[in-house]
């Protein structure tokens, strides 16, 4: 009995002895791996076409990687299919960190709507979140609210009554008029528009009442008094209008609404690689030329790590999952 005991104990020892050093191997080659990296320029895919928003982030940021790594990285512009393509390319590239994708919060809501052969928190590796934009509400001026209060009355009084734009079903403008009708109680018209400048020209000319555009680009008109500003949907004020309250600030509670933008890499990509990549980035959105160029876009930068970013798209992912089942959303 004394032999038989020895002899599972040995056994049993032995296993872990051999599953401790497998473990020990695969953390030497992780590591091994990102001390490496890059052995060639870096490509990141950019599921836009150029000049836009995210593109003039994920170019800034790249030269600022490339400085970092001394190796060049790569803008891959390749927009169409709310991400498909670009999420095609990321998914059958090598794991080894030399082709990176930047998605924004509508990356995370296009499988919500639409068919998508991925899972964004299971098919890929989160890198690190970089930005944070915020939306606003604004409406006409011939609308007679001057506070998110105002209008969620005047709704209520007037039902259907009041129309809103976006850039199209799915959009994160969208998504926030669905939040705001949810968390008020309230009813008024979606109407998409194939972007946001058909929508500023109706919405400006008084055909359509109100939206939720992003700060950055509606700020000429809020200033020029062509638009009024209501609430903002982050979580605190935004810089660019100090004087414009968030939604709890004014008395509603639950639309909390902000923009992203951040990196993930094909899954199975070394541990190590994934955290050089995500400290360098962070580092990078720090400098004072990279952050000043932030906020001339109506962004900030977000420091994240692999483990936050992934919470971050979980929670995202809960987030409207809700709305668009209360709201009962389709995609077309």
Not at 23 to 38: E, G, I, M, N
Not at 301 to 324: C, G, T
């Amino acid at each position: 009995m004394k032999t038989n005991t020895y002899n599972i104990l040995n056994q049993r020892s032995g296993a872990l002895v051999c599953v401790l050093s497998c473990a020990l191997a695969c953390t030497l080659a992780s590591d091994a791996d990102a001390q490496a990296f890059p052995t060639r320029p870096v490509r990141t895919l950019v599921p836009l076409a150029p000049g836009g928003g995210m593109d003039t982030v994920t170019r800034a940021l790249s030269v600022k990687l490339g400085d970092a790594f001394s190796q060049s990285f790569v803008v891959d512009n390749r927009p169409g299919a709310g991400s498909q393509i670009a999420l095609d390319i990321l998914s059958t590239a090598a794991p080894d960190g030399h082709t990176l994708m930047m998605i924004s919060a509508t990356t995370v809501v296009h499988p919500l709507l639409y068919k998508s052969r991925y899972d964004i928190a299971r098919d890929f590796t989160p890198i690190t979140q970089v930005t944070a934009q915020g939306y606003v509400l604004v409406v006409h001026p011939s609308l007679p609210v001057k506070s998110a209060l105002d209008f969620a009355q005047f709704l209520k009084a007037n039902p259907d009554k009041v129309n809103y734009s976006s850039s199209g079903i799915g959009s994160l403008i969208h998504m926030s008029g669905e939040l705001f009708k949810s968390a008020t109680g309230t009813r008024m018209t979606h109407i998409p528009y194939k972007g946001m400048g058909a929508a500023y020209a109706d919405l400006v000319g008084g055909q359509v009442q109100a939206s939720f555009p992003t700060v950055i680009s509606s700020i000429a008109y809020i200033n020029g008094g062509r638009l009024r500003a209501l609430a903002v949907t982050p979580g605190k004020r935004v810089p660019a209008l100090p004087g414009v309250p968030t939604f709890a600030e004014a008395g509603i509670k639950g639309v909390v609404v902000v923009n992203w933008y951040g990196l993930i890499a094909p899954a199975k990509t070394p541990s190590g690689i994934i955290n050089r990549l995500a400290t360098e980035a962070g580092k990078a959105i720090q400098t004072p030329d990279m952050t000043k160029s932030l906020l001339a876009e109506g962004s900030e930068a977000v420091l994240s790590s692999p483990a936050d970013f992934a919470a971050h798209m979980k929670a995202e992912n809960e987030q409207w999952v809700r709305v668009v089942k209360a709201a009962g959303i389709k995609g077309n």
